[in-house]
Structures are given as C-alpha cells and as structure tokens.
C-alpha cells in the first residue's frame, strides 16, 4: 500500500514500506563497484522491522478468535522492538500488553512501551533462556496465572517469517527490479547478495525465502550474530560463548525454533563486536545521514568483512551493477540515553567549529 497521496486507516498501515537507500558514500570510500542498498526499517510506524511480525501474529491471531477486545492481554518477551510493534497494535485495537524485557535493553524502549500503554517486567539479562527468570520464562509464568494472558510467541510463530517473506522481502525485490540499469547507476536488476543480523531468525529467513523461492535462487543470504551470542553455523564460529555483549536484538543463548526450522537459506554467518557495530553506526550516521541502531552497524561491518574477507565477497565487491543489500533493523532513537551513544555524540572530541563557536560567542 503506497503511503502517500492516501488517507491510512490508523498507524498499522503505516508499518513498512520502508525505502531502500544507496549508501553511495560508504561504497565510493571502500572502493566498491557494486551497489550498497540500505532497507531502511526505523521509518516503519513503531521504528523498527518488527512492527512488520507484530501486525502480522496480531492479525493472525485475529482471525483464529484468539484475541477477545477489552478482555485479551498479549504477553510478549522480547528485546523491545517486537513489544513496541505489539504495543501499537494492541493500542490500536484495544487488547492489553504485558512485555518482559532484559534489563540490558535500553530505558528508550522500556517508555515507547510504557507510552503506549504496555506493563513493563525487566529481567536478568544473564538468566538463561530456559530458566524461570529470563524474560521468556517470566512471560510463561504471568501467562498461566493472567485471565486470557496470550503469548504470541515470536521464537515459534510462523507469521514471524511469514510476514517477512511477504512484505520486506518483495518490497526489497520490487525497489531492485523496477529501477533501472543506467550508465551512472548499473544494475544487475536482482537482489545478488542479501545481509542481515539475526535475534529471533525471522528477519534473515522471510526475506531469504522470498528471495530465493521467487527472484534469485543464487542470491547469496549472510546472517549476522553477535560475539557471545550462538546463532551462527558452524558452531566452530561461536568461540566466546556467554560473553556479554551490547548491542540490542541480536543473538540469544539458544537457537529460536523460527531459525533452525530452515538453517539452509543462510549461505554464510558472521561474527561482530561491539565496537565494529558502533563504529559502523556512526559512520552511516555521519556519512549517510541515516539515524540507525545497533543491530544496523553489525549488519554493515559484516558487510564490509564478507566483501574484503572472502572470495566470493571480493568478486562481488568487483562487479559493476552487483546489488547488495543490508538490512538496517531500527533507529538511533532507540538508544539516545546508552553510554556508546553519549560517548560518539556528546562526550566526543569537540569539532574545529566548536572553537569558532566558543570564540564567536565569548562576551567581550
Ligand atoms: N535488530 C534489532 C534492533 C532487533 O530488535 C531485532 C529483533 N530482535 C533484530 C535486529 C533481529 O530480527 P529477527 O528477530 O527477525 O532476527
């Protein structure tokens, strides 16, 4: 549904349909001939590519008559992203929202929700996925107890996939087919190389299969996990098992059934720190003008690895018109009150302007 030049419904209508932005700068400065397209999702409703699986297991769960307005309440664990999507489909359509919510993820979250009318349980980040106190096992306790207390359940759900595979998925097939191959901007007119971070797998595996089931079975589909995290395949990759790690969304201590239903679409996992993500988020901040999170600067450093690192990857890096696509989760705003985000913005070495500034506005 296009987003301009009509009256939306509410804000629902308003999730995706997110635009795919070349990232011109980035490849000039790393000598890139292929294209760098960036699936921009932090300008969905809710902020992030969640919104999208939000809409989706609602709906769903909808239209099997599992959601009674004025009486349901949707508990949900996630990382937050999920929970704001949910929160704003259940403002929307009046059903009650109980997110829980490790407590590394950021105080920026915890108000989206709170704003839009959800209860908040913040939990241990370190407790492990199956134990009663981890934000999945708190969720399986209020459910039980709660009068028509749901989980929808985004680690199993098949409309988290699902709603991936029919919406981002074409939407990023659509932008690359319909653009044209010009001198100045070649284009191979597919979608030849597909990057994206994994938290739940739902993202990585949507667009994988619509990608590959109608558009280019050779597309080559690279997931990212963060260090300390154990996603990635081979199990060799994940060396550092357990290590805290920052960034937001991305990685668990065990593989989501939505992930290891289908672990052949991916082609290829990487592994990324923390600063590597940062790092990357304030260049494409700086250089794009893109206000992306965490999970966005993860997705482009892997990038950057995967086309220095590998074979394959140079070979990309190479070709005229290769389109190669990175999926930016969230935005910045999400994380405005972290501390990496203070120390690249507010406590960073003032600029030569600060100085004009200072000396232009000292009193005489
Ligand atoms: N980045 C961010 C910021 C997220 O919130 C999420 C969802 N947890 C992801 C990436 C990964 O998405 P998915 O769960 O679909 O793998």
């Known amino acids: 549904m296009p987003r301009s030049g009509q009256i939306l419904e509410n804000a629902l209508e308003a999730v995706g349909n997110t635009p795919l932005i070349r990232l011109s700068k980035i490849a000039q400065h790393e000598g890139l001939k292929c294209n760098l397209l960036g699936k921009v999702e932090y300008m969905s409703a809710g902020g992030s590519v969640k ?13 099997e008559g599992k959601l009674i307005p004025g009486k349901s309440v949707v508990i949900e664990p996630t990382s937050g992203n999920t929970g704001i999507g949910l929160a704003m489909a259940c403002a929307i359509k009046g059903y009650s929202v109980i997110i829980t919510l490790p407590n590394k993820m950021s105080l920026e979250k915890e108000a989206s929700l709170r704003a839009l009318g959800a209860e908040v349980v913040r939990t241990p980040t370190e407790a492990a996925w199956d134990s009663p106190e981890s934000h999945i096992g708190v969720a399986l306790t209020l459910q039980k107890e709660i009068p028509y207390g ?20 074409p939407e990023i097939i659509e932008a690359v087919t ?9 284009s191979s007119g597919k979608v030849d190389v597909m990057i994206a971070s994994a938290g739940t797998g739902g993202t990585v595996t949507g667009i994988a299969r619509a990608i590959k089931k109608t558009h280019n079975p050779d597309c080559i589909v690279v997931a990212v996990d ?18 805290p790690y920052v960034v937001e969304g991305i990685g668990y201590d065990f593989i989501p059934e939505v992930l290891s239903r289908e672990p052949g679409l991916i082609d290829s996992w990487l592994k990324t720190s923390d600063e590597q993500a940062f790092e990357a988020v304030r260049v494409l901040m700086r250089t794009e003008g893109l206000l992306v999170g965490g999970s966005s600067g993860s997705a482009l450093t892997a990038t950057m690895r995967w086309l220095k690192e590998t074979k394959e990857g140079r070979r990309i890096a190479q070709t005229e018109g290769a ?13 405005m009150s972290k501390p990496w985000f203070l120390k690249m913005t507010m406590e960073a070495e003032p600029s030569p302007l600060a100085g004009v500034i200072a000396k232009i506005m000292k009193p005489a």
């Not at 919104?51 to 239209?63: L, T, Y």
């Not at 389109?323 to 994380?335: A, S, T």
Request: aromatic letters at 2%; charged letters at 20%; a negative charge.
């Open 51 to 63: 919104d999208r699986i939000a809409k989706a297991m609602v709906e769903a769960a909808e239209k």
């Open 178 to 186: 319909i653009t044209p191959s010009t001198a100045a901007r070649p």
């Open 150 to 169: 749901i989980i929808l359940d985004q680690y199993r759900n098949l409309n988290n996939p699902l709603a991936h595979e029919l919406t981002t998925g």
């Open 323 to 335: 389109n190669v696509v990175i999926l930016l989760p969230d935005g910045i705003r999400n994380y």
């Open 226 to 243: 963060p260090i300390g995290s154990v996603l990635a395949l081979p199990e060799t990759l994940n060396t550092d098992n357990g290590i």
